[in-house]
């Protein structure tokens, strides 16, 4: 009974589906911390203590002080099995290739980052010409770079521009100073690496160096040195794991809709068939298990076929995602057992779950269906589906609420997502309802000679509502997330530039330039409000609580108060703030709205722990960070901490390695980056709907062109000729087109007005409602031209290869 | 007394609702004895086919009671009904309803393998032998004309060996002379095999192979003819009841 031509379109849908869910699958199970290669001979390597918090989810550990790191290497080498204990000192320290820093190896971070020479033996790095660094003012640089030992280099480092003599090459990332010049600019350590006697066991060298450590950080061996990784590469595969969960989810959705829409289909289809079985003997119960197993054998088939699709997919996907940022370079695609699995199981259960309301409606099939010649098509909604669909649209509309009430952007999305889901499956169900409805609004458009067409239309959207609403079904979905996705992103960015342009009160930016901050000689160049960040760490309140890291800001009171609009003091003088040790610290990190009496005490980037006096109570909303420090205390506690920007009341000619844009620029280009992560990431997600939304298009209109053979060979013995024929196929298609694209536009708008509702609850004033256009033409483009293409090729195909007179 | 195979009481079957309400049987009683034929005529909309549908479980009427070989079909759930239908009633349709994709043969024992038995290779043999299509066992419907299609589903009615063979205007798609193979068929298995067959049909010529006629008017019994019958004395005796000779 499994008959192939018929389970064809089956097949493709779950195999589509069960790729993409495999290959997203298997990216996301590859998206593994890898060890960084300047740390992997060192077998064990002893790091500072974890810090974390939701608001920074990759901060740098808390390091170790000057005293401690020397007291910690002392006795970690003392340890049997150690050779050598290792400090790894890592800062900012950027080469200048002809004034400027050259761009090597695209995003990473490693390329801008300095080490002491002795850590090279960490990586097991061998030069690959010249001497090590010996004297401050010697360097060792990336072969890639171009320079000879011998030659001059200007090496930028959060001081400035020093001139250096290349001293040696080495084919790594980053450049190497002598040791002196490393703890002078990174007198805090974060990293020992043990390298180990060739005998010596890790794990037992790991359990002594933990007890020499008792508490004050972490010991990791093997692949658990991962957690070393550059915060960067941390953050880079973080983003691409929320990219490839939304992915997989959407994915999983999709497949799960379309697989759905196309088995209820198939099973509509075969109605009479299914009749026929019932008048020759077979139960209900026989009907559903023929149908169960026809989809798990469909399912399975396509399951294998996908998985070997998606496998094939994987490291292409892979390639990508590392070229645009959402995988650090070092992400390598691996062949996991879990992913396979799962996207092997995925075939088999969506298959079923996808003919499990279908093979219910088919059971109460009644035999005398069979006798019956043409199968009207009973009423478009059962009273379940008129239910489920109305709860679905319930929930969407309770979701929608929750998105405008929700109280920050996270939040909104986390709700706008459900509410889609629920809008757009409810629409799905009750998609029949509409069809008969907009066919008639519509029909008066290609109401010409005779109508014949258009009678034609009205009968068929009466009769086939079910068979409409289920090809209606996939562009409804196409249309609305695509229009969601897009219109979200467009509506939300202008927002927040705005925001940032009116809490600054300055005309210019002084911004660096290729670099990842601004040095001091850049930041003394000019005059105006500079801010400096930094991270210093406080220990929770008990011995398990993790130590937070806080962003502390460098600034100086007069010019950031100056610069400031949103500055809001609630307790103290805000220029109270000068010299070691005062810190202004926000109302809800105060705890309290008065000056607290005691000091708050915080570990700097050097390691070296300091009570600080809070002489000021600002806020929350005031600047975006924790605490205020004065700009000279970050600069003592953290030798390369980099400027981020300057603002300026008036523009200058910039210095070395900066540039100056006005505010409106610098606004739009804060998020600059992060706004082309998730606008590809809108793309992905879109391309992910839209292609597979497009094929289902194709899949169930050529499904419906082979069922439909039968009616089109009568029409043409009723006398309409083959051009009418496929007109007929063609604007009904296009109908199907209108009255999905109509649904999925209601359900993007109304999603789309509940997160500008939320976005204006958030900042507190009226949002413009962006839609975006283009997006909104193409996908329904798009899906035109599929349906077009799919459903008038076949149609013409068919009344061209057999006589007119053969009517099966 | 011969036993009543099939014994319908008080049946009243209605379609659709409000003004377009159709009452197609109006408390229709009969029986129908083993081994004998019947044929069951009357003008378009008089109910034969309710009738039909009603006394083989395909239909439950609204009102009245339908017994087959014993077993009250009343309160049947549709599972039971359908393996009741299975084993102990046959049914043949007007428009064969072979599977397409399925061999004579495999078309044959379908409704064994429904039943979840093991069709003996010997029965189907022995089924498409008795309606002589012992060479066509591995064609498909397309292959096969019209008298052999409606022969086959003959053979799948009869494969179970049922209590009772409905057929449902079986001669209706056919020419005249692959009309009377059939009806010989159909004639043959009551005289040889003691086989009940109830038959629907609105060909005189065809009513006359019965043993029985029923003549439906209106969703009620009109009359009924018995005795020696040929097709001119059918078509006589029904114009005189219905005065009415559209058919």
Aim: hydrophobic share 50%; net charge positive.
């Amino acid at each position: 009974m499994v008959s192939v031509r018929r389970s064809t379109g089956a097949f493709v849908a779950v195999a589509i589906g069960v790729a993409l869910v495999a290959a997203t699958m298997l990216l996301l199970a590859s998206g593994r911390p890898q060890t960084p290669e300047r740390l992997a001979r060192a077998a064990v390597v002893v790091a500072g203590p974890e810090a974390g918090s939701p608001a920074d989810p990759f901060p740098p550990d808390r390091p170790w002080s000057a005293s401690r790191t020397a007291e910690l290497v002392a006795r970690l080498a003392a340890l049997p099995g150690v050779a050598a204990a290792v400090p790894d000192r890592t800062f900012y320290a950027q080469p200048l290739v002809d004034g400027r820093p050259p761009q090597l190896h695209g995003q990473r971070q490693d390329a801008h980052e300095g080490h002491g020479w002795s850590s090279a033996r960490l990586g097991g790095l061998t030069l690959a010409a010249g001497a090590p660094p010996r004297r401050p003012g010697e360097v060792v640089v990336d072969t890639a770079l171009g320079l000879r030992p011998g030659a001059p280099v200007t090496l930028l480092t959060a001081a400035g521009g020093q001139p250096y003599t290349v001293t040696g090459l080495l084919d790594a990332p980053g450049v190497h100073v002598a040791d002196e010049v490393a703890t002078a600019l990174a007198p805090g350590v974060r990293a020992i690496g043990l390298m180990l006697s060739p005998d010596a066991d890790p794990e037992r060298v790991a359990a002594a160096a933990r007890e020499v450590l008792g508490g004050d950080g972490r010991v990791v061996t093997g692949d658990g040195r991962g957690v070393l990784e550059p915060r960067g590469d941390a953050r880079t595969r973080w983003i691409g794991m929320q990219v490839l969960t939304a992915t997989a989810a959407l994915a999983g959705f999709v497949t799960v809709f379309v697989v759905a829409a196309t088995f209820a289909y198939t099973v509509a289809q075969r109605r009479r068939e299914l009749a026929l079985l019932r008048a020759v003997g077979a139960t209900p119960r026989q009907l559903r298990r023929l149908l169960y197993r026809h989809a798990l054998l469909v399912g399975a088939g396509a399951a294998l076929a996908g998985l070997l699709a998606g496998a094939a997919l994987a490291p292409l996907l892979g390639r990508l995602l590392v070229d645009v940022g959402f995988e650090p370079s070092t992400f390598r695609v691996r062949y996991t057992l879990w992913p396979i699995a799962v996207a092997l199981a995925t075939g088999p259960v969506v298959a079923l779950l996808a003919v499990w309301t279908a093979a219910r409606r088919a059971a109460r099939v009644r035999p005398l269906e069979a006798l019956r010649e043409a199968a009207v098509e009973q009423r478009p909604l059962g009273p379940l589906r008129a239910t489920v669909g109305g709860l679905l649209v319930a929930a969407g509309v309770a979701f929608g609420f929750a998105t405008a009430l929700a109280g920050d952007p996270q939040q909104g999305a986390d709700r706008a997502l459900p509410m889609v889901m629920a809008l757009v499956t409810g629409a799905a169900v009750l998609a029949p309802v509409f069809v008969g409805p907009v066919t008639a609004l519509l029909t008066p458009t290609v109401r010409r000679r005779g109508g014949a067409i258009s009678l034609l239309l009205r009968a068929g959207a009466r009769t086939a509502a079910r068979r409409s609403g289920a090809t209606a079904a996939p562009v409804l979905l196409t249309v609305a997330f695509a229009v969601l996705v897009s219109g979200m992103i467009r509506t939300s960015t202008p927002v927040y530039a705005t925001n940032r342009i009116n809490a600054v009160n300055a005309e210019w930016v002084l911004l660096p330039d290729r670099a990842p901050g601004l040095s001091d000689q850049a930041v003394e160049a000019v005059s105006g409000a500079a801010v400096l960040p930094t991270t210093v760490f406080v220990d929770g309140d008990t011995a398990a609580e993790p130590v937070r890291p806080l962003t502390a800001l460098g600034i100086d009171p007069a010019t950031f108060s100056a610069a400031n609009r949103m500055l809001t003091v609630v307790a103290g003088s805000l220029s109270d703030l000068h010299g070691e040790g005062t810190t202004v610290v926000k109302a809800s990190l105060a705890g309290t709205t008065t000056l607290p009496d005691r000091p708050y005490p915080v570990v700097f980037a050097d390691g070296e722990r300091v009570p600080l006096r809070v002489v000021a109570v600002v806020s929350d909303d005031s600047f975006p960070g924790d605490l205020l420090l004065p700009r000279a205390a970050v600069r003592g506690h953290d030798p390369s901490a980099l400027t981020d920007a300057v603002y300026l009341s008036s523009p200058i000619a910039p210095p070395a390695g900066a540039r100056v844009v006005d505010v409106a620029t610098w606004a739009a280009e804060v998020d600059r980056a992060e706004d082309r992560l998730v606008w590809l990431a809108t793309l992905l997600l879109i391309g992910v709907t839209a292609g597979y939304g497009g094929i289902a298009v194709v899949n169930t209109l050529l499904m419906a062109a082979a069922g439909r053979a039968r009616d089109l060979r009568l029409l043409r013995l009723a006398g309409a000729t083959r051009r009418q024929v496929v007109r007929l196929v063609a604007v009904e298609s296009a109908l199907v087109v209108a009255v999905g694209a109509a649904l999925g536009g209601v359900v993007a708008l109304v999603g789309l007005l509940s997160i500008r509702a939320g976005l204006a609850e958030q900042v507190g004033a009226p949002v413009d409602l962006v839609v975006p256009w283009s997006v909104v033409g193409g996908v329904v483009g798009l899906c035109l031209l599929l349906a077009l293409a799919s459903s008038g090729l076949p149609a013409w195909r068919l009344l061209r290869r057999r006589s007119t007179v053969h009517v099966e | 007394m011969t036993t009543q195979t099939v014994t319908l009481v008080g049946l009243r079957a209605v379609y659709g609702s409000g003004n377009r309400r159709v009452t197609a049987l109006d408390g229709v009683t009969t029986s129908f004895a083993e081994g004998t034929f019947t044929a069951v005529m009357g003008p378009s909309g008089s109910g034969k086919s309710t009738l039909l549908h009603c006394a083989a479980g395909l239909d439950r009427p609204v009102e009245g009671s339908v017994t087959v070989d014993g077993i009250s079909l009343d309160r049947l759930s549709e599972d039971d009904l359908t393996r009741l239908r299975r084993d102990r009633i046959g049914f043949v349709f007007q428009s064969f309803n072979l599977i397409s994709s399925l061999t004579a043969a495999q078309n044959v024992e379908l409704p064994l393998r429904l039943a979840g038995r093991r069709p003996p290779t010997r029965d189907v043999a022995a089924a498409l032998a008795a309606v002589g299509l012992t060479d066509r066992a591995g064609h498909r419907p397309a292959e096969l004309s019209g008298g052999e299609q409606q022969r086959v589903a003959v053979a799948r009615a009869l494969i179970t060996r049922p209590a009772v063979l409905f057929a449902d205007e079986p001669t209706g798609a056919l020419d005249s002379a692959t009309s009377h193979q059939v009806l010989r068929l159909l004639r043959g298995l009551v005289d040889d095999h003691g086989q009940t067959v109830v038959m629907v049909t609105h060909d005189p010529a065809a009513a006359a192979y019965a043993d029985r006629i029923l003549l439906l008017a209106d969703g009620r019994l009109a009359d009924e003819l018995t005795g020696d019958l040929t097709a001119s004395s059918v078509a006589a005796r029904i114009a005189a009841t219905t005065a009415e000779p559209a058919w």
